[in-house]
């Protein structure tokens, strides 16, 4: 009887270390600041679609459950698109600062760009650390529910959505450095 209590005295302490270690959507809203605010944190975590995509001069295919494991933000964007033009060097700074085992920022060009424009848009923006992975079909897009350009989905580890954004923010803001923190020390 007494190995049952402890057994469970064990378990009770293991769920509430795991509880208090996992990012809650309140702690993640109370970090939105200035256009983190545009930020929609989930009350609870949203499965993601697993259609695949290309990587990166079509070397191949793969899907967001490949990303499971680590934080994941994944930017939605396109080569016409000003605000993308704008945020990509932030996406950037996000990556050099916190990218690694742990977090990764993924960009998905949807719709027609071609990987010759992908590449002349990153070179004109100074961009050499993120992926340059399409969706020419938009069916990620469509199962993703993206409405407009850009928008961006916070993932969590287990590759579910917690967060999204739409339209482009400041994501080398100390707002969204403090969310991509608590995400990935969760």
């Known amino acids: 009887m007494r190995l049952f209590r402890q057994l469970s005295l064990y378990m009770a302490l293991a769920l509430g ?22 930020l ?12 695949a995509f290309h990587l990166a001069d079509e070397a191949g ?14 930017n939605f964007w396109a ?20 990218g690694g085992e742990d977090f990764e920022v993924l960009t998905i060009a949807t719709g027609r760009n071609s990987p010759v424009g992908i590449q002349k848009f990153f070179d004109e923006t100074g961009i050499d650390n993120l992926p340059r992975h399409q969706d020419p079909k938009q069916a990620l897009a469509r199962e993703m529910a ?30 969204a450095k403090a969310i991509i923190r608590a995400m990935i020390d969760s």
């Open 17 to 38: 270390a795991n509880a208090a270690f996992a990012a809650e959507p309140a702690q993640l809203e109370a970090l939105r600041d200035g256009s983190m605010k545009k």
């Open 146 to 175: 993206v409405i407009g350009l850009p928008i961006t989905v916070l993932l969590d580890r287990d590759g579910q959505e917690v967060a999204r954004l739409l339209g482009d923010a400041e994501w080398n803001s100390e707002s």
């Open 79 to 98: 080569t016409w698109c000003a605000p993308c033009r704008k945020e990509m060097p932030q996406l950037a700074e996000l990556q050099a600062e916190f």
């Open 40 to 51: 929609v944190v989930h009350a609870e975590p949203k499965p993601v679609s697993a259609t």
């Open 61 to 74: 295919m793969t899907s967001l459950e490949d990303y499971r494991g680590k934080v994941v933000l994944v």
